[in-house]
């Protein structure tokens, strides 16, 4: 069964910085510089551990708008299709609930968009390239 948690721990943020290194940098060729960012400090860090191991990873960042940008959601690919991704989901909209985040943004990878928009987010503005890979804004 997945367990879905804040990245609190040094031990956290390190397995859902791990995640995100096996997805984005390792098996889609992401460079680093651009994958590990200056809105890393401040932003909360979610990590998916399946058996205790990490398996998947997301990130939240308040804008000033009071919004908030879903950004970095990760599923290494041995676990895709498992309801990982929506379990990050509903954890990282439940804690931006909380934190007074209403409405979302996000950057979604073309093929992923379907994924978001089962989840109520509407696809807006046409697609661009972000970091080498077709991407869509979507909104909720």
Known sequence: MVD??????D????????????VFVD???VDEDVEYDEYDTDAVHFVA??????VGAARLR??????????????KRAHRNE???RALMDVLEREANS???????????????DFYRRLGYER????FDEAGIPHVEMRK
Request: aromatic fraction near 4%; hydrophobic fraction near 30%; charge should be negative.
């Open 4 to 9: 879905v948690r804040i990245a609190e721990t």
């Open 49 to 54: 551990y399946d058996d205790g191991e990490p």
């Open 27 to 29: 098996e889609q060729g």
């Open 99 to 113: 934190r007074g985040i209403t409405s979302f943004t996000l950057h979604s990878q073309t093929h992923a968009a």
């Open 83 to 85: 309801g990982i991704g």
């Open 11 to 22: 031990r956290e943020r390190t397995d859902a910085f791990a995640v995100r290194q096996d």
């Open 124 to 127: 807006h503005g046409p697609e």
């Open 62 to 75: 308040e804008l000033e708008d009071g919004g908030g940008k879903v950004e970095r959601v990760a599923v």
